[in-house]
């Protein structure tokens, strides 16, 4: 048994965004085919406020499981376990902090790829975070985008935020003074904040305009308002199960009934071919983050650290 140890600056380097958007597309068509199984994420709450988050998935080729701590005071961990599917063997533990970062933008840039209008060339960010950055990378790699505006509760993070992001991709990115300012006219709007009410109004959000809401993946917690979802001619999920599970944005303005519509469909429906209407049309993708997207891109830095020798050998493996 010979275990690789990747760091964070190895998925960095190894993992570059287009090739990722790549492998979702890829990994939601084995879903579709039955080749990609993904296991809804489980959580253990601890009554010091830290929580343990668990999640697996297999994309034919690797299978392992996503494992990371989180206390509202003192942040986050990530680790992801890979193993061989085909013979069970472990292969790697690779810190997976940008590796949920970078796939989640890639998540939202294959759904964007798939529904936004081919034109689309504005963006509007509600956020300013962590996940802000690759999201932007992530529309940039599938769509013309020439300027990008960005809101987020902090006049000096927003700055800040569109400074690197200008300077990174040399684009115009402005902050804007609200999240209206931001959101208001834009081809394709992302949210990506920890809040737990609503950060759009639905009359910002004009027809033909694509959103992605990455935010938020608790069942209490929504970024879209009910009025939004209501007047969205289609949904898209990363998983109906876990959609349900988590998915707050949705579980606070759908009735029962409301997940059985046919504006309700799951990614790898879309990504398996199914042909979609966008002229005119409001469509959300509802990004909740799938163990299964983890696992592919972790077979795929993996690769990539065998061919470049990157990453440690374990203690006490060959």
């Not at 003192?74 to 790697?92: C, M, R």
């Not at 163990?291 to 060959?318: F, H, K, Q, S, W």
């Amino acid at each position: 048994m010979s275990v690789l140890y990747l760091t964070e600056g190895d998925v960095r380097e190894l993992l570059p965004m287009p090739v990722c958007i790549d492998l979702m597309e890829s990994v939601f068509k084995g879903l579709a085919g039955g080749a990609a199984l993904n296991h809804p994420r489980r959580r253990l709450v601890l009554p010091t406020g830290a929580t343990l988050h668990y999640m697996a998935g297999s994309d034919g080729a690797y299978f392992g499981a996503k494992i990371y701590s989180s206390h509202p005071k003192h942040g986050a961990h990530f680790l992801f376990l890979l193993y061989d599917a085909a013979n069970a063997e472990p292969l790697a533990i690779i810190e997976a902090n940008h590796l949920g970062q970078i796939r989640t933008g890639a998540a939202s840039g294959l759904a964007t790829k798939l529904l936004a209008r081919p034109d689309a060339a504005t963006l509007g960010i509600v956020g300013s975070g962590f996940q802000a950055l690759t999201q932007l990378e992530a529309m940039r790699a599938v769509r013309p985008i020439r300027e990008a505006r960005v809101w987020s509760r902090s006049a000096e993070k927003r700055a800040a935020f569109a400074v690197e992001a200008s300077a990174r991709f040399g684009i115009a990115v402005h902050a804007a003074e609200t999240a209206g300012q931001a959101v208001r006219g834009a081809d394709i709007v992302v949210t990506a904040t920890f809040a737990k009410d609503p950060v759009l109004a639905a009359e910002w959000i004009s027809p033909g305009t694509h959103i992605n809401a990455m935010g938020s993946n608790r069942a209490t917690r929504r970024e879209i308002p009910a009025e939004l979802v209501r007047r969205a001619d289609l949904i898209a999920v990363d998983s109906l199960e876990q959609a349900r599970m988590e998915a707050g944005d949705l579980l606070l303005a759908f009735e029962e009934k409301d997940w059985d519509d046919p504006r309700v469909v799951e990614l790898k429906t879309l990504a398996a071919g199914t042909p979609i209407r966008r002229e005119g049309q409001i469509t959300l993708f509802k990004s909740i983050g799938l163990a299964v997207e983890d696992a592919i891109a972790a077979g795929y830095v993996y690769r990539r650290a065998l061919e470049t020798n990157r990453g440690t050998r374990m203690p006490g493996t060959a």
